[in-house]
């Protein structure tokens, strides 16, 4: 265990499927992400070995995608339109 946890630090384990936007379009599954202070710095397979974070969660039967931050849509408009 190092001998210092960031204080912002997430890990979350197990996550049933991680699509990453790779110019592969790799799909992990049982994989692991972990963030500091809202910015992701690692991922992992199940079989490498993942850092200790302050909190861990579980991603057991979710799916982990990237977020589309700072986008303009119209996507709710169709719901609301004849």
Same mark, same amino acid.
């Given at each position: %265990?190092?001998?210092?946890?960031? =204080? +912002? =630090?997430l *890990?979350?384990?197990?996550?049933?499927?991680?699509v *990453? %936007?790779?110019?592969?379009?790799?799909?992990?599954? +049982?994989?692991? *992400?972990?963030?500091?202070? /809202?910015?992701?710095q690692?991922? /992992? @397979?199940p079989? =490498? $070995?993942?850092?200790v974070?302050r $909190? @861990?969660?579980? +991603?057991?039967?979710?799916?982990?995608?990237? +977020? *589309?931050?700072? @986008?303009?849509?119209?996507?709710?408009? @169709?719901?609301? $339109?004849?």
């Open positions: %265990m190092p001998a210092e946890v960031d =204080s +912002g =630090s *890990l979350i384990r197990d996550i049933h499927t991680l *990453l %936007m790779d110019e592969r379009n790799t799909v992990l599954h +049982g994989a692991w *992400l972990y963030a500091e202070n /809202g910015a992701i690692q991922l /992992g @397979t079989a =490498s $070995r993942f850092p974070a $909190r @861990t969660i579980s +991603g057991r039967h979710c799916v982990a995608i990237p +977020g *589309l931050i700072n @986008t303009h849509h119209h996507l709710f408009q @169709t719901l609301t $339109r004849a």
